[in-house]
């Protein structure tokens, strides 16, 4: 089956700082990722969704300069908290299509703490 | 504005029950609606549904929707405390790819 990773799986950085998520499908190309957030017991927020070799459409409310996505290449995208709150403690999700909508497959998640 | 709800935001019952659970939704263009079980790390999938009234079904799972009434149900039948998760119904439309994610219902099953 299609397998997602997410790189790192948890992070911790400082107040200021700007932290790289990695999402890679390993066995298929995507051309279409999507990334999500995630609030403790809460459901998955969809952020934006990147198509490789274009700029990434945002959701209403969320800051495209905060929260920079390159999908750079078929196989890759990253997400750059940039000058990280600590309200941007969160879990990030991602998801791959290499195709049909449905057919999206999902990253293990990277959990952020930002102190 | 596209709109996921799921009822009831959390549940407790006990390992043998039946449990319902619910998804409404009022999405433009509306292509599936499709359903995962969360537990500790990314959404895992349950079920995709296109079509009125057709039943899927997975074990001890099965789902149905009302694209008339725009509501899918999740039935979990026995229950057993590995059912504990957050249960998510996602909502796919035609004029993206994107999903749009309902509330989430929290399930926990004790013995």
């Known amino acids: 089956g299609a397998v997602v990773s997410q790189h790192p799986s948890w992070v911790i950085c400082k107040s200021g700082t700007s932290v790289k998520i990695e999402c890679r499908s390993l066995?298929?190309?995507?051309?279409?990722m999507f990334w999500y957030r995630q609030f403790p017991k809460q459901s998955l927020m969809l952020m934006a969704t990147s198509n490789e070799g274009s700029k990434a459409t945002y959701e209403q409310g969320v800051e495209k300069d905060k929260f920079l996505i390159n999908h750079a290449s078929l196989t890759l995208s990253t997400l750059t908290v940039t000058s990280a709150h600590p309200e941007d403690s969160s879990f990030y999700i991602c998801?791959?299509?290499?195709?049909?909508?449905?057919?999206?497959?999902f990253g293990p998640g990277t959990r952020l703490t930002v102190t | 504005e596209d709109k996921v709800v799921q009822s009831p935001l959390s549940l407790v019952v006990h390992e043998g029950d039946t449990v319902t659970l619910n998804c409404s939704y009022e999405?433009?263009?509306?292509?599936?609606l499709l359903w995962y079980k969360q537990e500790k790390k990314a959404p895992t999938f349950l079920f995709m549904l296109t079509s009125s009234g057709i039943e899927k079904k997975s074990g001890r799972l099965s789902s149905i929707l009302d694209k008339k009434e725009l509501f899918s149900i999740l039935n979990i039948t026995a229950t057993q405390t590995g059912d504990s998760a957050i249960y998510l119904c996602a909502v796919d439309h035609y004029t993206g790819n994107q999903f749009y994610f309902g509330t989430g219902t929290s399930l926990t099953v004790i013995p």
């Open positions: 999405v433009t263009n509306f292509r599936s």
């Open positions: 998801s791959a299509s290499g195709g049909a909508a449905y057919e999206q497959y």
């Open positions: 066995d298929f190309q995507a051309t279409t």
